[in-house]
């Protein structure tokens, strides 16, 4: 019995040694996925993170960095404007089939994904010799199932795997995050074109939004807005609700991840008193907020109201500012063009009478505002559900 325990122990201590040295102890190469026009800020949200992130350069498309997987942990679970993390595992020449497989069967698979999983697989190719995607899929797919056991989706923890293939060169990545890192954890349902949490949280750094100021999310809908700015004010970690595929690796260490999250919390500044203030017209939309806002004690600083927004004056900012944001019911929600330039008219009408001294956030499409509007303000690009958007960002005149 004990040589079988000690021969059952000895792979086991290898393959943890092999593990350590691997993967665990040296630095990797991530990139931090962003919509178009977030990188900036995703990149200064890098800077910021409470952790050995180094050589950030910032392209098209997100944010490249260097560090250890413990950095990947605090990059997924801090940053509010990235859409996922990849971590590199292999950049290569891939001139042909045989020189792909040859190099796809080189990887340990075994020392990155679980012993057993189901996988997503997303293959790009441009000016590639190799341009037949599904082609190149089959082959990542032979090469990781003769390491680990591949299987059904809805039976086994889903892995995604990226390979890029361009000029003959190829990328592959293995995603760290799992569900996109706009999906929080707070809500499970969205409503007539929401708007994505890494969206909203961009407008709210755009913005200027901070601890200590009021917001008002008068056409708030599923009430991203306001949800967003409550983690934000707040401190809380965006993805402090959730887990991540990472969790799921042979080589996650559960002390790093429990120090992350002290560490996250110890960064909070919970509030107590209702400063953010969502309404709409839409009962259903309102009590479905009120039950997401119920669920969460972080969220008790949003008081819910079913109003509209033409109907009601929120009086002066508070001593550290107030910021209203919008996203008008816009395209399909409301009609054509010209009902939508004529409710923006009528929007900043409203803001001149109510909303004097107030910051405004409003997201609209191109070409809804008809003429110069009433009162300075800039414009962003900003992508929202598919369509190109601009940001108006300003302050409301005294």
């Known amino acids: 019995?004990?040589?079988?325990?000690?021969?059952?122990?000895?792979?086991?201590?290898a393959f943890a040694k092999r593990l350590k040295r691997r993967v665990a102890a040296r630095q990797w190469d991530f990139f931090a996925v962003t919509a178009p026009n977030l990188e900036t800020l995703c990149r200064r949200?890098?800077?910021?993170?409470?952790?050995?992130?180094?050589?950030?350069k910032t392209v098209t498309g997100g944010v490249e960095f260097r560090g250890r997987l413990h950095d990947a942990y605090a990059a997924n679970l801090h940053l509010r404007t990235a859409t996922r993390i990849l971590m590199r595992l292999a950049r290569f020449r891939a001139d042909s089939f045989g020189r792909l497989e040859e190099k796809l069967?080189?990887?340990?698979?075994?020392?990155?994904?679980?012993?057993?999983?189901?996988?997503?697989?997303?293959?790009?190719?441009?000016?590639?010799?190799?341009?037949?995607?599904?082609?190149?899929?089959d082959a990542l797919g032979r090469a990781v199932s003769g390491r680990v056991a591949v299987g059904a989706a809805d039976e086994l923890p889903l892995q995604r795997l990226q390979l890029r293939l361009s000029d003959d060169r190829a990328v592959l990545s293995l995603d760290t995050s799992g569900e996109p890192l706009y999906k929080r954890g707070l809500k499970s349902t969205g409503g007539p074109a929401p708007v994505r949490e890494t969206a909203a949280a961009a407008v709210l750094m755009t913005a200027g939004f901070s601890a200590g100021m009021a917001l008002a999310d008068p056409m708030c809908g599923?009430?991203?807005?306001?949800?967003?700015?409550?983690?934000?004010?707040?401190?809380?970690?965006?993805?402090?609700?959730?887990n991540f595929a990472f969790m799921r690796w042979p080589s996650f260490a559960?002390?790093?991840?429990?120090?992350?999250?002290?560490?996250?919390?110890?960064?909070?500044?919970r509030l107590d008193r209702p400063f953010i203030v969502a309404s709409d017209l839409d009962p259903a939309a309102c009590e479905t907020l009120r039950g997401v806002v119920g669920a969460h004690e972080i969220l008790g600083v949003i008081r819910v109201e079913n109003r509209d927004f033409f109907e009601?004056?929120?009086?002066p900012p508070p001593a550290a500012g107030g910021l209203v944001v919008l996203n008008p019911p816009y395209g399909r929600r409301l009609g054509?063009?010209?009902?939508?330039?004529?409710?923006?008219?009528?929007?900043?009408g409203k803001l001149q009478a109510d909303y004097r001294s107030w910051r405004l956030a409003m997201?609209?499409?191109?070409?809804?505002?008809?003429?110069?509007?009433?009162?300075?303000?800039?414009?962003?690009?900003?992508?929202?559900?598919?369509?190109?958007?601009?940001?108006?960002t300003g302050r409301v005149p005294a």
């Open 1 to 13: 019995m004990e040589t079988s325990i000690a021969s059952d122990k000895a792979p086991a201590a």
């Open 312 to 315: 009601t004056a929120p009086g």
């Open 336 to 348: 054509s063009r010209s009902e939508g330039r004529a409710l923006v008219r009528e929007i900043f």
């Open 363 to 392: 997201i609209l499409p191109k070409g809804y505002v008809e003429e110069k509007p009433p009162f300075a303000v800039h414009f962003s690009p900003l992508h929202h559900g598919g369509l190109k958007v601009v940001l108006l």
């Open 222 to 242: 599923t009430g991203t807005f306001s949800l967003e700015a409550a983690l934000l004010a707040q401190g809380i970690a965006p993805g402090r609700l959730r």
């Open 254 to 269: 559960p002390g790093r991840w429990k120090e992350a999250l002290r560490r996250a919390d110890r960064r909070q500044q």
């Open 45 to 56: 949200e890098l800077e910021a993170l409470p952790a050995d992130v180094q050589a950030l």
């Open 105 to 137: 069967a080189a990887v340990d698979w075994e020392l990155f994904l679980p012993q057993a999983c189901a996988l997503d697989i997303r293959v790009t190719a441009r000016h590639s010799r190799l341009y037949h995607s599904r082609a190149v899929a």
